[in-house]
């Protein structure tokens, strides 16, 4: 498309830019050489519809590879995984027509309860900012947009189009909008999606402070803002507050409403314009139809990728890998018909899908075991649930291993609504539990969005393989990594809990009366439970492996002010080939603030043979130490003790090192309101506030020693309360004289990019 000059566009036909043309497609002004492109999901694979159309994965959609979703993407802690997905997934996008998929969501799991957390990374906003970005550069650079998603805190589904998200500023800052930071950041994602909810009473598709200030000002994005499906309440209120293309289409009272809003003076050409501008630019970035892509070698990388995102959580016994078992016995409807994808506008019409039992025969064979099945229990009829069960723990007295397919019924999760419980089925556990009590060996096989509760069963079984949602190629990877052809290499991304009362959004989820408060705080998954020393069934960061890795050596030096690297050497120490994520938590009380008891600060993941040894160098940026200072409103990393530490999971620390970091040399800024202790504790102020008083001190006031009694008293009061106490020693107008002459925020150098 030739670049068309605005002015050639009438305000009707600029207008119109601003809404869809079509459900799925922007407008297109042929007049004007101005094509329409398509926007699609999904964020793990493209359903694209030709016909019938709709944004919940009701209607048909043209057969794609469905890869694994964004839970397994995010349990295998591999940029790799994230970005050979991105990668497919262009081609597969390409090839159906589709300019710019929408994904990947970067939502925070903030409850196992979310009915969307199989479309989501993490509980940690690192480890999917990380993964988010891997992702988006790979499939942009295949010639099609992404589209990060829900800008901002669509973290549940219940009153999702309604509920405000009541969320402090530190909390949205670090925990909810810092992995989009990274996306936006490192990757230029085409456009962001704004999500349904509020934030903080205002719609998202209306908030100007994210939507501009954020995001363009702070954050220097230059790409296309939408609308979620239906999300736009007042087109001309979206338009000012910097939403530019607002879905799905057709839009005519939608332009109507711009036309006269401009001419009403409620909103400018020069905003149309520059939406319009972002739009064209959009519509011009789009790729040209590529090769149609090689399906089966798709299917093959879903299977690949698959068995690099399962966790194994537990394994005793050596029961894992089945090396020679004399008989096997399959329970469970999930071994013939999978769950491998979750409900909703995600859902893909997959090519093909990978039966477990199928494959698990074809392992058995080789080994010459025989393999019986047994229904177990059934996921719609309760009717012939107890003869089902029966059945299956006949079958178990006599099988040499008994593996249980299990999971979250599709009915039990899914986009547009929450789960009500954490537990799996009543009939599933008890299953499990009589199957195990007879059976020589018992395994456990999840399929799951988001995490369940392990603990009816837990200690019954010998082993549990957490598959999540492995996407089509599912059964061949769970049977892979059974018999030991895979190694399992899946970390968890999200803590699986003892009980739901025991996490930090139990009482705030999902809210009441149209608001959810983050009460937790930046206190999210992990991070609530190892500040808190609570007990969890498994931590984030929990995976085993059929072999052993040892980790040495950690050596860590500080690069600046606020940076420091590390090295640390991993060895695979057993007699099978496995990859290992090595995992960097800092640990801190530096700042004004309450910190976690640690954050994940960087990882990845590296394959070692068998005794082979690496060394692993990890940079650590300014973001791995600094906190949202909220009265300065800016990122900023105290001066003070910093613990790095390896972490064989969030709650294990196998190495640590304290290094201490001088910071930005950012004091908070003082007045006579600031209280005593703060005008003490200033590098600057303090010192020569102790020499003032000292004379004071001398004829006998209180200690200055800070624990003495009465200064605990006195360094919580205002300054300006304790002026006339100091019979004269100290006036105002020193102190305001002092505080001229302490570095604050806009004195000290601005963080650049945030990222190295
Ligand atoms: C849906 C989802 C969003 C999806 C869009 C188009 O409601 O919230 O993730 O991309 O609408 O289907």
Redesign the pocket.
Known sequence: MANIPLDALSLEQKASLLTGGGFWSTTAIPEAGIDAIVLS??PHGV?RQMHGT???GLHHSEPATCFPPAVAVGSSWSEDVAAKIGTALAREARALGVDVL??P?VNIKRSPLAGRNF?YFSEDPLLSGVLATAYVRALQAGGVGA?V??FAA?DQETDRMVVSADIDERTLREIHLSAFERVVTDAGPATV?CS?NKINGVPASEHHRLLTDVLRTEWGYTGAVIS???AVRSRPAALNAGLDLS?PGPGHYATQALVDAVRAGHVTEATVERAVARVLALVDAAGHDAAAPDLDAHHELARELAAECAVLLKNTRGTLPLERPSSLLVVGEFATTPRYQGG???HVNATRVDVPLEFIQAHAAARGAAVTYARGFATDDQGEEAALREAAVRAAAGAGAVVVFAGNPEAEES?GFDRQRLELPASQVRLIREVAAVAARTVVVLANGGVVSLEDWHDDVDAILEGFLLGQGSGAAIADLLFGQANPSGRLAETIPLRLKDTPTYLSFPGEQGHVRYSEGVMVGYRHYETVDAPVRYPFGHGLSYTAYDIAGLRVQVDGPAEASLTVTVRNTGSRAGKYVVQVYVATQAGPVRRPERTLAAFTKIHLEPGQEKEVRLGLDRRAFAYWDVPLSRWVVADGTYVVQVGENASAVLLERSVHLDGDGIAPPLSLQSNVGDWLAHPVAGPRLRARMAPLMAQGGPELDDDSDEMRMVASMPMNQILNLTGGALDGDWLVSLTNTCPSADTTEEEGNVHS
Request: hydrophobic share 20%; aromatic share 8%.
């Open positions: 999901d999904g359903r709709d944004h919940l929408l994904g969501g479309e589209s998603k829900h669509n999606m349904y979620d499906w239906g879905m909703g506008s995600s986009e």
